[in-house]
């Protein structure tokens, strides 16, 4: 079965930092483009970053320099890296694979509160 | 930066036809997708390249994307239809997501 599991969440002061975790089965994550799409409660889905299969990276202005996308091909899972956390930084983060210009695939997503 | 636009909310009866639009500057000469999203639940893709289905997909849910503006139709709305529709597109190597849009079946 074609999914991703996301995983990381979790309670953050400001300033601080974590890592999420992008699982996949069913495909391989460096073949396909994969992003992180995050959505702040009641809001609608803003774009985070996208990674390539040449490796390229890019970032949406919000995140730009604070926000760092990974894989692990053996692990086949997919990574972003968030620091200097700020309250607005506060969604779900939901990674997804892009496959003809559209999301075609999305995890369940992983809530990230950043609040003292 | 580029900009797409939706309106917040639209109604419509069972059985007739909604449609959701999406502006932005001559978003017609990029491909625009589409995805339903209901309470909870993480958004599934609709509408590819302006008028693709993918599998599953129903087909009463249809696209179409000229000028200014993509639009999503849904034909003989459902109940189960009930949901918030986002746009999206890329504007080179950025992606951009319309505000999205409350379809409200009554």
């Known amino acids: 079965e074609v999914q991703l599991v996301e995983s990381g969440g979790g309670l953050i002061q400001p300033g601080g930092s974590v890592r999420l975790s992008c699982a996949a089965s069913?495909?391989?994550?460096?073949?396909?483009?994969m992003s992180w799409v995050r959505q702040a409660p009641g809001k609608g889905l803003e774009w985070v970053s996208d990674i390539y299969t040449g490796g390229n990276k890019y970032y949406g202005d919000s995140v730009k320099g604070r926000f760092t996308i990974s894989r692990d091909n053996s692990k086949n899972t997919l990574y972003l890296q968030m620091n200097s956390l700020r309250a607005e930084d506060t969604a779900v983060y939901y990674c997804a694979r892009k496959v003809h210009d559209g999301f075609d695939i999305w995890g369940q997503g992983t809530m990230v509160t950043v609040s003292s | 930066s580029y900009e797409l636009t939706q309106p917040p909310s639209v109604s419509v009866s069972p059985g007739q036809t909604a449609s959701i639009t999406c502006s932005g500057d001559k978003l017609g000469d990029k491909y625009a997708c589409w995805y339903q999203q209901k309470p909870g639940q993480s958004p599934v893709l609709v509408i590819y390249?302006?008028?693709k289905r993918p599998s599953g997909i129903p087909e009463r849910f249809s696209g179409s994307n000229s000028g200014n503006t993509a639009t999503l139709t849904i034909s003989g709305t459902q109940a189960m239809d009930e949901a918030d529709y986002y746009c999206q597109a890329w504007d080179g190597s950025t992606v951009v997501f319309g505000g999205g849009t409350k379809l409200t079946v009554l």
């Open positions: 390249q302006d008028i």
């Open positions: 069913g495909f391989t994550v460096s073949s396909n483009y």
